[in-house]
């Protein structure tokens, strides 16, 4: 549903949570802004939800000729954001900026969370590539069946798990029930960073290229029929490849005490009346096996 019509007389369907209404809209793409993870206890009395306001607040949306322009005002956070997308041949180019209304700098989580699920995404079929470097295991899991060895760093794609063997991160957890998070700096011998997923039975190949400067982490989440709570009901299916400035979905004091990892930074700063800005390129297209690698469109 429209997360601006969310209400909360219908905890059965959506739960009851901080998350409840962005649980009731989630799909595809997800813009978390100014904060990735959850509220503090404070923030969520004065009404802010799992992943901040641009997640759930309405757009006002501009049609171009081949361009929408969607704009929002985040009145909690008081920031301003505006996204340009267009599409270019079998890419889509997306241009994103945020401007800081407030009189002061401030800490700012900014994170792209790409959700991939059924039919595109089969764990026993679905491959994935990325240019990650160093990496490591979420302390805790957000699920109720994590199959990987908490708190551990390795290197990508070989994920410590508790049996002292690896999982492969190229592809999901097979069998159910199963859910994990981990933490991956991307390339820093690279100038963009990517992430690229094959369905053999599609053929069809799709993923995404940033500037490395704009969002140096990506974290890949995966829930597999764990969480009996709604709206998962044991039922859902799904892998996060969330790219950001920040490596880890936690509160904004978390983030900012974190300060940084891999000596990487966190999060960013914002300057009193600032702007920052962002752009990244999705990308399609029919394979026979899954490309290795992403390259920036010359368009």
Known sequence: MEPSAFAREHPDRYGAGDDAKLLAGIMGHNLCLDIFGVPSHEEALAGLTVHGEA????????????????????????LKLSRSIQ???????????????GSNDRPLA???HVTLSPPFLDPAT?????SLTRSIVADTDSGSHAYLSLGKEFA?????RPDGGFADLRHMHETSPASGYTAHLTDPQRDHAYFVAFASQFRLAFGYIWRRTDFP???????????????WCGRTVTRGMEFGVSPFPETRREMV???????????????????????????????????????????
Not at 56 to 68: A, C, M, Q
Not at 126 to 130: I, M, N, V, W
Not at 217 to 231: A, H, Y
């Open 126 to 130: 679905t491959e994935f590539r990325a």
């Open 87 to 101: 599409l270019r041949s079998q890419h889509m180019r997306v241009q994103e900026a945020v401007e800081n209304l």
């Open 55 to 78: 997640s759930v607040d309405r757009y006002e949306i501009t049609e171009l000729p081949g361009e929408l322009v969607l704009e929002l005002t985040l009145p909690m956070a008081q």
């Open 217 to 231: 982490w990506l974290g890949i989440w995966e829930e597999n029929c764990s969480r009996q709570s709604p709206p």
């Open 156 to 160: 990508w794609p070989m994920a410590p």
């Open 257 to 299: 005490e974190r300060n940084r990892l891999f000596h990487t930074p966190a999060y960013k700063w914002i300057p009193s009346r600032g702007r920052l800005e962002a752009e990244y390129w999705i990308s399609s297209q029919i394979a026979d096996v899954i490309p290795e690698s992403l390259t920036w469109p010359e368009i």
């Open 110 to 112: 900014w994170t792209q």
